[in-house]
């Protein structure tokens, strides 16, 4: 069983929105950092956005830095990211993550957990 799930891609345009979800699935993620990332074709992952296990504390990739906000809901074991001012160079997969016990990391190689990723497309 994929331990998160991904929904909510899709494909925009240039200055519009999305939401994306990520819920839990099989065990609780409250202890747990949790975070976003992108892939982009022929790139490496990288670090989006982080949120503390309360939702107290929230870290953002300069790159999206006033665009997107990282929430949590911990009583549905959910987390989301919504994207504004979409630009193109948004365009990736969306990977959700987490960390048991720990902040997320920005290096995608130490986190526990990950989903199989969402699609989001934004067209010029």
């Known amino acids: 069983q994929v331990p998160l799930v991904e929904s909510g891609g899709g494909l925009v345009q240039a200055g519009g929105s999305l939401r994306l979800s990520c819920a839990g699935a099989?065990?609780?993620?409250?202890?747990?950092?949790m975070g976003w990332f992108r892939q982009a074709p022929g790139k490496e992952r990288e670090f989006v956005a982080a949120?503390?296990?309360?939702?107290?504390?929230?870290y953002y990739a300069d790159s999206v830095k006033g665009r997107f906000t990282i929430s949590r809901d911990n009583a549905k074991n959910t987390v989301y990211l919504q994207m504004n001012s979409l630009k193109p160079e948004d365009t990736a997969i969306y990977y959700c993550?987490?960390?048991?016990?720990?902040?997320?990391?920005?290096?995608?190689?130490?986190?526990?957990?990950w989903g199989q990723g969402t699609q989001v497309t934004v067209s010029s």
């Open positions: 993550a987490a960390r048991d016990g720990l902040p997320i990391s920005r290096a995608p190689v130490n986190n526990d957990f």
């Open positions: 099989g065990r609780s993620f409250s202890n747990s950092g």
């Open positions: 949120i503390s296990r309360s939702g107290d504390l929230r």
